[in-house]
């Protein structure tokens, strides 16, 4: 749906950073960089959260269901595969997409903003993000920190 590779990282690693890496690596983050690496997170999971809220909204005001519009759209991406819809099906997907894309600058210059604000760049942030998910110390580390900063 989204095109950029960037947004595409940022909002996996959002929705992947539960997940433990295969192979710990020996790394030095001070704890200031884990906690403005957990501020952006934080700030990314909110933005997160009201952007697909935004992005179901203007799915249905197409008048085409979110589940058929995922649907639709995963077809679509697999050449082996036939998109089962009614043309006007396909014609409201297409419309939904295009408003979709549209909204996508305004997206990532909110992404870029709630990275930079925590005075990290966003090659800091998806540098940080690789080697969070690659060693369980630092995945640790940064619970910690953010149940620290709920409490």
């Known amino acids: ?23 710990a690596q020996e790394t030095s983050i001070s704890d200031a960089e884990l906690t403005n690496f957990a501020t952006a997170y934080q700030k990314l999971q909110i933005q997160n959260q009201v952007t697909q809220q935004n992005m179901m909204k203007v799915i ?21 595969k036939e998109i089962d819809a009614t043309d006007k099906e396909k014609e409201l997907h297409k419309k939904a997409l295009a408003k979709l894309e549209k909204m996508q600058p305004e ?7 709630q990275i930079t604000s925590t005075g990290m760049t966003m090659e800091q942030f998806e540098s940080l993000a690789k080697a969070i998910q690659q060693d369980p110390s630092l995945q640790k580390r940064l619970q910690a920190i953010i149940v620290k900063s709920q409490g």
């Open 1 to 23: 749906m989204l095109k950029s590779e960037k947004v595409k990282r940022v909002f996996l690693f959002v929705a992947l950073l539960g997940t433990f890496g295969l192979f």
């Open 60 to 80: 249905e005001d197409e008048g085409i269901g979110v589940e058929r519009f995922s649907e639709i759209q995963q077809a679509s991406m697999d050449p082996n």
């Open 107 to 113: 997206l990532e210059k909110e992404i870029n903003e």
